[in-house]
């Protein structure tokens, strides 16, 4: 028997059934917010990770399906759903159109090469929302609320954290001071943290070792170094979301596993699911789309795990639905293909091919949770009937063909 491979799973009965409970409700909102599909390839060149996520990052570093293909071409299974946007961005030369606004919403497979644990998988799905050439804040808030609405509809509960990473005028500066600062404590950072000074320091903000948490509660803070127009943002976003009564927490040390954020970066934790607590991230990108050879556009999205959220989803009851059509001889089984064709118009309808006695016929209704099992047999055929039976209310009616 071959299973899936290790951090892998199928999405089948109950799960697939979350799945789409879940795609449907986002996809819904993000409609109501202005967003249109986009689907991207699974397979992008290595180089747009690289240069997007960044080369410094685990995902780029050590977590790519990369691989060359049958044409010499370096390519890797997408690690997010970002980059990927962009490029479909640039290369419809939507960055041209200067002054329109996009936004899109997607969602999919994405493949992390990680260590498999509890909501860490090496294949899961993200439903996540870019939207393009809106420069303000309120974009910000607004999809920070999409989120909101989208898990308030879901039934999911959150904790909300925000932090700001700056932009190219403030952050060299901080980074400086940063690297100064953790230079002077570089004998007791771990060995991550000592790789990371040179390569990516903002990134050993967010070590996960409790040693070095307690050292950077010295070090110099983000927030403290913002320029005024990015402090400005900061404190506007913090107004909007204090106006709408939207619950948040200021993490200085939230500075997110890509590269290509600057200014507003948040994150939503569930306390319900284990050490892998991330339900969504985002923020905003403004340098990317030129990063990527496009015409500078302010940017800013977010994806969900829709596997981590997947156990905090309470679907509704299934509702008995649609028609059951069987019949009782071999005979008669040929007429259901034309009462199934007129009622599948508008309802979902389950044929029955082999003949059956009545009793096995109302068993299969319900085992695909039909509202009507309806079947004909030599007298029904006779007189130009159906025999309908509704499932819900037990009542039994013959009706004839044509009406029904
Ligand atoms: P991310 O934080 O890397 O951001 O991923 C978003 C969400 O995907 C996480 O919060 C988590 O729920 C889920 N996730 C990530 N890795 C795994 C995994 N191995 N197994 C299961 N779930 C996982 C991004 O990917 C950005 N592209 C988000 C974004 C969009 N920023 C701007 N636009």
């Known amino acids: 028997m071959i299973n899936p491979l290790r951090g892998m799973k199928d999405l089948t009965f109950e799960d697939s059934q979350r799945f789409v409970y879940i795609t449907t409700i986002a996809t819904d909102i993000a409609k109501r917010y202005g967003y249109k599909y986009i689907e991207t390839p699974l397979l992008e060149e290595t180089a747009l990770f690289r240069r997007s996520v960044g080369e410094s990052s685990d995902i780029v570093g050590k977590e790519m399906y990369q691989f060359t293909d049958k044409g010499g071409n370096d390519v890797c299974l997408r690690p997010e759903g970002t980059a990927g946007v962009v490029r479909s961005f640039i290369s419809s030369k939507l960055d041209r159109q200067q002054g329109q606004k996009y936004k899109f919403y997607y969602y999919g497979s994405m493949f992390r090469y990680e260590r498999p644990q509890k909501g860490r998988l090496r294949s899961f799905h993200q439903f996540g929302c870019e939207s393009f050439g809106e420069g303000s804040v309120c974009e910000d808030f607004i999809i920070i609320e999409m989120i909101g609405d989208i898990f308030k509809e879901l039934g ?83 107004e909007l979301l204090d106006m709408s009564k939207i619950d948040y927490e200021v993490n200085t040390n939230l500075v997110r596993g890509l590269d290509y954020y600057n200014k507003t970066a948040f994150e939503f934790i569930s306390n319900e699911i284990g050490s892998q607590s991330a339900i969504a991230g985002g923020g905003r990108y403004d340098k990317l789309v030129e990063y990527l050879d496009g015409k500078s556009t302010p940017a800013v999205g977010f994806a969900i795990g829709i596997e981590r959220i997947m156990e905090l989803v309470n679907i509704p009851d299934i509702q008995r639905d649609g028609y059951y059509l069987g019949s009782m001889d071999s005979e008669s089984v040929d007429m259901l293909f034309g009462i199934a064709s007129s009622k599948r118009k508008s309802h979902k309808v389950t044929i029955e091919y082999s003949p059956k006695k009545l009793k096995a016929h109302l068993k299969g209704a319900d085992k695909v949770n039909a509202r009507y099992c309806v079947v004909i047999g030599e007298d029904e055929v006779r007189d130009g009937v159906v025999w309908v039976k509704d499932l819900e209310t037990k009542e039994e009616n013959r009706i004839a063909k044509d009406e029904f």
């Open 156 to 238: 999911v509960g959150y904790k909300l954290q925000i932090n700001s990473l700056g932009c190219t005028d403030c952050m060299p500066k901080y980074r400086d001071s940063l690297v100064s600062f953790l230079n002077s404590c570089k004998d007791e950072l771990c060995e991550d943290c000592n790789r990371r000074i040179e390569s990516n320091p903002i990134r050993v903000l967010d070590c996960k070792n409790q040693s070095c948490q307690s050292l950077l509660t010295e070090s110099p803070k983000l927030l403290n170094n913002l320029c005024e127009n990015c402090d400005n943002d900061f404190n506007k976003l913090k």
